[in-house]
């Protein structure tokens, strides 16, 4: 049967212990109830998933050293403890040294239910931040680096396993900020080309005027102020990748070049005579539709065609947002250290937000909202801002299914797979449970 949540509580006078559990029990609770600190003790492990309310005066080990004790253990497990009117100092103090709360005595049941229940969210809260920064550690390979479990991602990865040690050109397309230097980073280090070079060229960001100087070198007087040997991208690339970014923005007499240079694995140095046979690689990238710009005559049909050998497509943000929480997480805990600083816990809610919200910068934008969140700034405004526009073109089915899965992941890897404690933490029949594992393609082995 599916509860609240799990508490255990300590205290030496059964009477006490009994009325406290039954209240609790009654509030949809599990209680387990010890008398002895020591008992109570064995069974606290870091992963336990619930909360422990304890005396504080009880005979040999009392509560505030049964607390000490699991804060060893598990700084961020929620140790309650219950007073006695001259107790109020020492528990205050005892806040301090990492209690959660006190409750005095009388017990009140409807103040231990409000401070159990805050509790109990906390314990969850921290963790599932723990289940996804672990999966995110657990990660190794093309995995720790183009992150995700959607489909579109998955099949990224084993498109680029199948095709990086072949020397076919590749053509990546997608929105700015999708990440598409670390597609095609990725495909050199898979392939056999590794231990050279890859060199990367923003053709956006270059002037046309010295575009071509930058692609083909110089020699020693080719032009005025050309006073020595230039080296260009293609021939620091040889053995190795050269990655083309915004090719799109390529003029159209350099385009012809970069033809020849694909047809004869060759070039010539600006103010150069003799040929210069290459061994290289080219991967290129456009935010733009290549085959849309041939047809109006702003790229080179016949140098696109000879591009898309091999074409990989990154999915937006806004298509896998199944991906977020483990983005986010990712992106989060590398800026957190970067800056010296403890990750801040973030809640269910919080990414259902991030979910729902469109991200026309895609990863790029994602990863500064984690590093802003790492800093301690509040985003939530900007993000809700823009929710009913992420909505507008996205079917309610949609986000419900991508957050029900979101959810789904985060529990089953936060209780390593056991579905019981899944059951039980989500209040969910096991049948349903099943079923739900079964909609989104989910194995209880992939969280072991």
């Known amino acids: 049967m599916s509860t609240k949540g799990l508490v255990m509580y300590v205290d030496n006078d059964e009477h006490v212990c009994k009325a406290a559990g039954q209240s609790l029990r009654l509030a949809g609770y599990t209680v387990r109830c010890f ?23 009880m005979p040999g080990m ?9 804060i060893c253990q598990d700084p961020d497990l929620p140790v309650i403890l219950v007073t006695g009117h001259g107790d109020v100092s020492m ?53 720790s680096i183009i992150i995700g479990r959607s489909d579109n991602i998955v099949q ?24 598409k230097e670390l597609i095609a980073s990725c495909l050199h280090e898979q392939s056999r080309r590794r231990k050279s070079r890859f060199v990367a060229v923003n053709c956006g960001a270059l002037p046309e005027s010295i575009i071509e100087n930058e692609l083909f070198g110089h020699e020693p007087g080719a032009f005025t102020g050309a006073d020595k040997l230039h080296i260009g991208k293609f021939e620091l690339a040889d053995g190795g990748s050269l990655f083309l970014d915004e090719i799109e923005s390529m003029p159209l ?19 150069g005579k003799d040929a210069i046979d290459l061994d290289l690689r080219i991967i290129a990238a456009s935010k733009e539709d ?3 710009l041939s047809d109006k005559g702003d790229f080179r049909a016949d140098l696109y065609y000879r591009l898309n050998v091999v074409t990989i497509e ?12 483990l983005l986010f997480t990712y992106f989060l805990n590398k800026a957190s250290t970067r800056l010296g600083r403890q990750a801040p816990e973030f809640s269910t809610a919080w990414l259902y937000q991030l979910m729902k919200h469109p991200w026309p910068g895609n990863v790029r934008e994602l990863q500064s909202v984690a590093e802003r969140t790492a800093l301690g700034l509040d985003n ?4 809700m801002a823009t929710d009913s526009e992420s909505t507008t073109n996205r079917p309610l089915k949609n986000q419900i299914a991508a957050f029900e899965k979101c959810v789904l992941e985060q529990e089953l890897a936060r209780n390593s797979g056991n579905i019981t404690k899944t059951c039980s933490s989500l209040h969910l029949p096991r049948k349903t449970l099943y079923y739900k594992m079964k909609k989104h393609d989910m194995k209880r082995e992939d969280f072991l």
């Not at 009392?62 to 699991?70: A, H, I, K, N, S």
């Not at 990154?314 to 929480?325: T, V, Y």
């Open 62 to 70: 009392d509560g505030v050293e049964l607390m000490l004790q699991v």
């Open 290 to 292: 290549l085959l849309q």
């Open 91 to 143: 528990a205050v103090n005892s806040m301090r040294k990492g209690a959660y709360d006190f409750i005095e005595k009388p017990l009140s049941s409807k103040h231990l239910i409000n401070v159990v229940g805050r509790a109990m969210e906390k314990r969850r809260l921290i963790l599932d931040n723990r289940a996804l920064r672990a999966e995110v550690e657990r990660n190794d390979g093309l995995e």
């Open 253 to 271: 007499l350099l385009q012809v070049r970069l033809l020849r240079v694909l047809q004869e694995h060759s070039i010539e140095r600006l103010g």
């Open 380 to 383: 939530t405004c900007e993000i």
């Open 35 to 57: 008398s002895g600190a020591q008992e109570a003790l064995r069974e606290i492990s870091p992963e336990w998933p619930g909360v422990l309310v304890t005396d504080v005066r």
């Open 156 to 179: 990224l990865r084993e498109m680029i396993l199948n095709i990086a040690d072949t020397d076919a050109n590749v053509l990546i397309t997608g929105e700015t900020g999708t990440g």
């Open 314 to 325: 990154i999915p937006p943000l806004r298509h896998r947002s199944e991906d977020i929480p």
